[in-house]
């Protein structure tokens, strides 16, 4: 395998602990490393697993080498919060009820408008 490969392998490793901590096997994950066009010189390695939780973003991880990227897995695994990500997802779904209730009431308002002024022409 290349020095990349095994790189990759290590990442992932350490990814895993961070799913497994979390207790979400059910998560998908990538690990990647990559070279962009606006700065050709640069090899970023990159780690993202599936938001934990509806409303919660996808875990991202970005480095300039692995052995960085693999310290800030492993920093992660050791504080992530699960009982934090549980009460941010609840929170987030909240937050969407409420924007949901308020889209309906706005719509209510404006239907009713519109019956008010028919009936203003019709009078």
Known sequence: MSETGQELRKIEKAFVKLRNN??????DYIVQVSINST???TVIYAA????P???L????L?????EELIAKLKVATKNIDEKAIE????????????????GHEERIAELE???EEEEAKTE
């Open 57 to 60: 973003a996808p875990i991202r």
């Open 62 to 66: 970005l480095a300039s080498t692995a």
């Open 39 to 41: 700065d050709p010189d």
């Open 53 to 55: 939780a509806n409303g």
């Open 22 to 27: 979390i207790k979400r096997s059910d998560m």
């Open 113 to 115: 408008a519109e019956d």
């Open 87 to 102: 009460i941010a997802y609840h929170k987030a779904q909240m937050e969407s009820c409420d924007r949901t209730k308020l």
């Open 48 to 51: 993202q697993m599936t938001a």
